[in-house]
């Protein structure tokens, strides 16, 4: 059992958890995730490891009510326990001494990214980051990337807040303004491919990461299967993290809205 230490309210259907999980914490890394379960009738939820307090052994788990299970999840309170919490999964994002890396985060995605920033920082690069919403009340983890990053843009689709427009217009702005060394981007399918499309004609190296397909997370059931360079991969076990250029996008988004019926009849019992 794991014990949730403090719960915070980032949006309406955004929720903060900080659990304790000392096993967990002590091996995690950048990128990974973990499968959550609530109680031993719950469905196993894949989430990413936003951030890991070894000193404390506390998890960092930022959830988006999407379904039953997740809205259950979001409506633990501070002292609550969680049952299972298994990992860390997936292989650690690539912490080298690239140059000048951009972060983009869209929606939740930024939760994944915050952990990657916070090493590549100290692995002395220069980190740009650009945190993209529909509107301001979406927008999540600015105060916790502002330390950490050299520079934090914001992009909200109604101009609600910082710049208006998408997370590519912000990033055609760096790009114009500075050498960019590789790209780092985690969100939805159809923002990452607009990523990737963006920074192919400067040769940019661009990582996406896959982890809102991962379902089972033990390549078992073959729900997050993608296709990168014409070979089948799954993202749980091989990613959740691929070269950008490799994706299959347009797979991808057609097979990404298969459980949309599953989670609204689950959400009306």
Same mark, same amino acid.
């Given at each position: 059992m794991h =014990?949730?230490?403090?719960k915070k309210q #980032? ?5 903060? #958890?900080k659990?304790e999980?000392?096993?967990v914490?002590r091996e995690a890394k950048?990128?990974q995730?973990?499968?959550?379960r609530?109680d031993?009738?719950g469905e196993?939820i894949p989430?990413?490891?936003c951030?890991?307090?070894?000193a ?6 930022? @959830?988006?009510?999407l379904?039953r299970? $997740? ?6 309170k ?13 292989n650690p $994002?690539? @912490?080298?001494k ?6 983009i985060?869209?929606?939740?995605g930024a939760?994944?990214?915050y ?8 692995k002395? +690069?220069k980190v ?7 509107n301001?009340s #979406?927008? @999540? ?5 502002k330390?950490?990053a050299?520079?934090?843009?914001i992009?909200?689709d109604?101009?609600s807040?910082g ?9 055609? =702005?760096?790009i114009s303004?500075?050498k ?5 981007c ?6 990452m =491919?607009?990523?990737?499309?963006t920074?192919k004609?400067? +040769?940019?190296?661009a990582?996406v990461? #896959? +982890?809102?397909?991962l ?6 059931c073959?729900?997050c299967r993608?296709t ?5 991969k799954?993202?749980?076990?091989d990613?959740?993290?691929f070269?950008g250029y490799?994706v299959?996008?347009d797979?991808?988004m057609?097979? +990404?809205k298969r459980f949309?019926d599953?989670?609204r009849r689950?959400?009306?019992?």
């Amino acid at each position: 059992m794991h =014990k949730i230490v403090e719960k915070k309210q #980032l949006a309406d259907t955004i929720t903060l #958890l900080k659990v304790e999980a000392p096993m967990v914490v002590r091996e995690a890394k950048p990128g990974q995730f973990v499968i959550v379960r609530l109680d031993e009738f719950g469905e196993r939820i894949p989430l990413t490891i936003c951030d890991a307090d070894r000193a404390r052994g506390v998890l960092t788990l930022i @959830i988006q009510q999407l379904g039953r299970s $997740t809205k259950d999840l979001c409506a633990l309170k501070a002292g609550d326990q969680i049952r299972d919490i298994l990992g860390p999964l997936g292989n650690p $994002t690539e @912490i080298e001494k690239f140059g000048t890396v951009v972060i983009i985060g869209g929606g939740v995605g930024a939760a994944e990214l915050y952990t990657a920033a916070k090493a590549l920082k100290e692995k002395g +690069n220069k980190v740009i980051t650009i945190i993209g919403a529909r509107n301001k009340s #979406l927008i @999540i983890l600015e105060d916790e990337f502002k330390p950490i990053a050299d520079e934090v843009l914001i992009t909200t689709d109604d101009g609600s807040y910082g710049i208006k427009g998408f997370v590519t217009d912000a990033l055609k =702005k760096v790009i114009s303004e500075q050498k960019v060394d590789r790209i780092i981007c985690c969100g939805p399918i159809p923002m990452m =491919k607009a990523v990737t499309t963006t920074a192919k004609p400067h +040769n940019i190296p661009a990582i996406v990461s #896959l +982890n809102a397909i991962l379902l089972d997370a033990t390549g078992m059931c073959g729900s997050c299967r993608c296709t990168i360079e014409g070979k089948t991969k799954f993202s749980c076990v091989d990613g959740p993290e691929f070269d950008g250029y490799k994706v299959d996008f347009d797979e991808l988004m057609a097979r +990404n809205k298969r459980f949309l019926d599953e989670e609204r009849r689950a959400l009306e019992v």
